[in-house]
C-alpha cells in the first residue's frame, strides 16, 4: 500500500506491506508456520508434540494460533517481572484463547542477586532463563521442540523466500530501501537478503526501540555468556547474521512517543488499524526518504494490528 498523508511532499514514494492482515494478526505468522513446517519435515516436531518458546511479543500468538490448526500444545514463557511502561496483556489473552500454556519466570527464583543486575547484563539474563526453560524441555522429552525464534534460520528463510519475493513481485522489482525493526532479526535479514539479490545497491535501514539492548547484548555477548551459566550450549542469534553480513547501512532509534504519534496519524490518515512497531518503521522510513533522490520507492512493513496494545492505551509501548 502507497502511503499519501504521512509523507507528503517528500518526493519519495514510501509503500506499507500490510502484514497485520494475516490471519494471526501479525507478520509473525509467517515465521511460525515457516518453522513448525520445517522442523515437521526433518522431524523434530512429531504429532502430539508441545511447542515452546519464549516470548512477550507477537510470536506467542503467532505459534499459538498455528500450533492450534496444526493439532499441537504450545508453552510459553515470560519473564514475571515485566517494564512498568509495557504490558503484554492482550498478547497473553490471545495465545491463551488459541489453547496455549503461559508459564511466568521469576528471575529471582533461578538468579542468586538478581536485583542486582543493571541494563544490558539484567536483559542478556532475563532471556537467557526463559530460553534455558525451552531448552531442558526439549532435551529431556522428544516429544517437546523449541521453536527458539531468536536462532532458527527457518525465521529468516520465511522471509527470504516468502516476504522478500512477494515485495519484489508487488513492487515490479522497483524498490530502491527496506525499512523494518530488527526485532529477532528474520524479517529485516531475510528480506534484505532477497531484495539485495536483486538491487545490490539497495539501502537498508534497521530500526530499534530507545530502551531495547537486544543487539548490545548480543553485540557484547551477555546473553551467549548468560547462557553459558545456565549450562545451554553456545548459540547463533540471527542478529549476529544480520551484524555480521554488514546488511544495514543504517541502524535507527526510534523512542516511544514518536512510535506512537506515527501510528495515530497512519490509523487516522492512513485508515492502517496498525500498532507501534509500524509507526516506528514509518518514522524510519521518513528518515532514509530525506536521504534518497526523487522518485525512489522505499519499503517498509506494518507488522500488527493496534488491539495488540490496547491494555496500555493511551501510553501504548514501542516493542520488537
Known sequence: MKLNRVVDHLGVDIYAKCEFTNPGGS????????????????????????????????????????GAVKGYDVRLFLPAQLSSSYDPTDRIRIARLYGCTVTPIDLNEHVEGADQLQGIERAATFVAIRMKQCYDLQ???????????????????????????????????????????????????????????????????????????????????????????????????????????????????VGNAEAKAMADRLCREEGLYCGMSSGANVCAAIEMARTMEKGSRIVTVVVDRRDRYAAEYPNEHYVV
Open 139 to 253: 532435551r529431556s522429552d522428544p516429544l517437546h521442540w523449541w521453536a527458539n525464534q531468536l536462532c532458527n534460520v527457518d525465521n529468516t528463510r520465511a522471509h527470504r523466500e516468502g516476504t522478500g519475493r512477494e515485495i519484489l513481485a508487488q513492487m515490479d522489482g522497483r524498490i530502491d530501501g527496506w525499512v523494518a525493526s530488527v526485532g529477532t532479526g528474520g524479517t529485516l535479514l531475510g528480506v534484505a537478503q532477497t531484495l539485495k539479490e536483486a538491487h545490490p545497491g539497495l539501502r537498508v535501514t534497521g530500526v530499534v526501540p530507545t530502551d531495547d539492548p537486544r543487539i548490545e547484548w548480543v553485540r557484547s555477548r551477555a546473553v551467549h555468556k548468560a547462557l553459558a551459566s545456565f549450562g545451554v550450549p553456545e548459540l547463533r542469534f540471527l542478529i549476529e547474521d544480520l551484524l555480521d553480513g554488514n546488511v544495514m547501512d543504517d541502524e535507527v532509534t
Open 27 to 66: 507478520i509473525k505468522d509467517r515465521m511460525a508456520l515457516t518453522m513448525i513446517e520445517e522442523a515437521e519435515k526433518r522431524g523434530e516436531l512429531k504429532p502430539g508434540g508441545t511447542i515452546v518458546d519464549q516470548s512477550t511479543g507477537n510470536t506467542g500468538p503467532a505459534l499459538a494460533f498455528v
